[in-house]
């Protein structure tokens, strides 16, 4: 942020901010091939995938993966395990024939179970995951077995958090704005062949195969965000990678978990084997409670805890850029505020 605030007005001695910047600048060009380069390094993506910058957030995209991928006559798959999920389920529905290979619901999406038993036909066009759950807080820790059938994935909420095989995926997308940058951009990473699949009725600004052949700049792409991207990546690989990101993350979501498990007060509502790195969701003996936990909380400096309204209850969430010393705070004010009221 203090880089960005640094460069806003003049980037690089050019007399002028990057969000003034031409998306067809030498200066653009630089700094969107530059935040490709850090996430292929990363996530050590191969040359058979592509690293795309699309617009729409994750939304878009769970419209647009049925309106590319979907063969006809053969069935999308989707393990519905939450909120963004079941939005997903609700778009490709509009477009073909849906299955539904895992269902939480029936739990209240506390868990994802074992993905690696799942039925995966394979003559389906897709099969899709949510790789976390950032509402109900649960993120899977292995991936189904979807053979020759695609896997997609909605990360986007713990993309860049741990490291990643991704040639197991056919198609990865993520908003920005949890783990890499501001909101404006989408990250997708698509296996190239899948290009191919595209239909022709498909309008050309939401073809995958338009953005691949003009190289995300096939209109003016979110010059800005792109650019914030490119400085968090740049930071990442100054941490030292996604295995040492994925340590902190590990570090962090313990000590909250912890700190619940150990209270006899505050409870956990995921299944402590699919417990999310990134959202730590939990409840108080009653709402009342809660209400008075968020609004101390505020009062102490420790925002944006309300659960989502979905689903209530709070949520601590641990997105990359939550430092250590954040989860501590919240760690001692839990304990106080049990002590207040317990
Ligand atoms: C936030 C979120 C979305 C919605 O993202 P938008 O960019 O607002 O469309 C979708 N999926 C997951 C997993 C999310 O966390």
Redesign the pocket.
Known sequence: MLQAQSEFADFHGLGHGIVEASHRSAAYKEIQERAEANIRELLAIDEDHEILFLQ?????QFAMVPMNLMLPGRPALYADTGV?PC?AIQEARLMGEVEVVFDGKPTGYSGIGDPTGWQIRQDASYAFI?T????EGTQYRVWPETGAVPLVA????DILSRPVDVSRFGLIFA?A??NIGP?GV?LVILRKELLSRVPPQVPAILRYSTHSAQRSVYNTPPVFAVYMVALVTDWLKKLGGLQIVDRLNTAKSRMLYDAIDSSGFYRGTAQPNDRSKMNVTFRLPDEGLESRFIREAEAAGLVGLKGHRAVGGIRASCYNAMPKEGVLALVDFMADFQKRNG
């Open positions: 729409g957030g994750a939304s878009l963004w939005r949510c976390n759950n950032t509402i909605d990360m986007s909420s908003g704005q949890k909101a989408t």
